[in-house]
């Protein structure tokens, strides 16, 4: 049975390793701030006893205010799984890093992002639309999209 | 006069377009491919030829009229996808599954994966060269599986059968006898089917070594299903996370070892014969009773979020949904297998031929309707 890795035993941890990673109230369901995902990702990853080698999926959420954007990990070694998150503000030109470096899964899942709610991701290999055709103007994800 | 030095052909890069309607890429699936020649320098994938915003529609339906939208994913099993998005409902409303219904789920969701892998590896050992005489053999075996559904449900291909706490209606009596006639037949013809390719020539010469993914790029792409497992990766959900009763039933997890075309053939070969095995546990330890939970018609989830994922035959299928207190989720995202198994394609396929290229991308064995949704 894969276990969730509950959000206490590692939110002390990378508070200490990455100080102020987490946004406000963000250490209950690991809602990781921008600028810290990267080095957060790279350490659940890279960590021999965490060792979330896994990218189950990445996605989003459109709560108006801003972007979430969802991760979940497994540790095939350790049949662990996390999810932890971060947020993209902004409706106009919202910006994520990309996690393609650490998971090539999140290629075309990124992109699929972008397309769908048009959160543009810095360091994606090839950022552009996956779906939809280029030119098609909006993104039919997001709650006010009007077709 | 023309001397030598004139004579040597010149070559250059050259792009051809494969699809969106071409019969090698199994749906309308594009790849724009560079080659040199013969070899294949580059692919680029070009998606979203059956996109027809799925998710968006979750969200304007109730929790149950999705149901039928989850068949038209992977419309080659979609008593899988049914499976998955009811156990993703399930989580997040905290309905508890009646016995019967269990094992009924287990059935039909095993005797998918022998739809689904039987045209997998039909289609396979077509573009391989084997034409259309094993396939039609497995499409017929296939038959008998839609029949079987058939009996179920009235459907043959977009079945709508199950409901979240269970499913739409109980089985007849008709069935197990069936089912256990087709479980008996189906054991020796997959022996007699594998004997007749295992050793042939052309199978061998055209999928053993060709189009390897390494174990690490396996996981690194999130890879999963049958191609993970050809490439060593010991992953199989029904083992690791056990969901719904898969924790009951004795059976094995075929893995490859060297990652190449033929170990995807042969994963998805000896999966068949384990699902029989699961098949015939299951119908003998059937238990009477009631095949649905008592849900409202209309569910209204609590407030919060759950991911359900289920061991789909093409991979690791998931439906993350979060609700807001109502009667339709406020997000359904589907983690498609398809797509993200196409993830390692472009690695997988630089230095080979066009003619590999057709192998190897069959070998991954992907529905577009899940890849574009």
Not at chain 1, 15 to 44: H, I, Y
Not at chain 2, 35 to 63: Q, S, W
């Amino acid at each position: 049975m894969t276990v969730a890795l509950p959000a206490g035993e590692i939110a002390g941890k990378l508070e200490t390793k990455f100080p102020g990673c987490f946004e406000e109230g963000g250490k209950d369901n690991l809602l990781v701030k921008a600028d810290s995902l990267l080095d957060v990702a790279a350490f659940l990853k890279d960590q021999p006893d965490l060792k979330f080698d896994y990218l189950n999926y990445v996605t989003a959420v459109d709560y108006y205010a801003y972007f979430e954007i969802v991760y979940q990990l497994t540790s095939l070694e350790h049949n662990r799984s996390i999810v932890f998150r971060t947020r993209a503000y902004g409706r106009d030109n919202p910006t994520m890093p990309s996690v393609t470096g650490l998971w090539r899964g999140a290629d075309f899942q990124e992109r699929e992002i972008f397309d769908l709610f048009g959160v543009a991701f810095t360091g994606h290999p090839n950022l552009k639309r996956i779906f939809l055709w280029e030119g098609f103007q909006g993104h039919p994800l997001r709650k006010d999209w009007n077709g | 006069m023309t001397t030598t030095q004139e004579m040597t052909l010149r070559t250059e890069p050259f792009v051809v377009n494969f699809g969106p309607v071409h019969p090698s890429t199994h749906g309308v699936y594009r790849m724009r491919a560079t080659l040199d020649g013969e070899v294949i320098l580059d692919i680029e994938p070009v998606f979203g030829y059956l996109h027809r915003g799925i998710e968006k529609l979750a969200e304007e339906r109730t929790y149950t009229g999705f149901i039928p939208l989850t068949d038209r994913l992977d419309y080659l099993a979609s008593m899988s996808n049914n499976l998955g998005y009811c156990i993703a409902v399930e989580k997040l409303a905290g309905i508890k599954v009646p016995e019967r219904a269990e094992h009924i789920r287990v059935i039909m969701a095993e005797l998918q994966r022998i739809a689904s892998h039987s045209i997998a590896v039909g289609a396979f050992v077509n573009d391989c060269g084997a034409y259309f005489t094993p396939f039609l053999y497995l499409f017929r075996e296939r038959e008998k599986v839609l029949d079987l559904f058939d009996m179920v449900c009235g459907q043959r291909l977009t079945y709508n059968y199950m409901r979240i706490g269970g499913v739409s209606q109980d089985i007849p009596p008709e069935f197990l006898p069936a089912l256990e006639k087709y479980v008996n037949h189906m054991t020796p013809f997959l022996n007699e089917f594998e004997f007749f390719l295992k050793q042939n020539e052309i199978l061998l010469a055209r999928a053993k070594g060709v189009g390897i993914l390494p174990n690490q790029a396996a996981i690194d792409c999130g890879i999963s299903g049958p191609v993970a497992r050809a490439s060593g990766v010991n992953w199989d959900l029904r083992k690791a996370d056990p969901y719904s009763i898969y924790n009951r039933f004795e059976f094995d997890i075929p893995t490859g070892e060297a990652g190449d075309c033929y170990d995807r053939y042969r994963v998805r070969v000896e999966e068949m014969k384990q699902s029989l095995r699961i098949i015939g546990q299951a119908m003998k330890n059937i238990p009477d009773g009631p095949v649905r939970a008592d849900v409202p018609h209309i569910i209204r989830a609590p407030r919060g979020e759950a991911y359900g994922h289920i061991e789909a035959p093409k991979g690791e299928l998931g439906f993350y949904l979060v609700s807001d207190d109502s009667i339709a989720p406020y997000r359904c995202h589907i983690r498609p297998c398809s797509l993200i198994n196409l993830t390692a394609l472009r690695e997988m396929v630089r230095g080979w031929k066009v003619a590999d290229l057709i192998i190897i991308f069959g070998s991954i064995d992907i529905t577009m309707g899940e890849v574009d949704r």
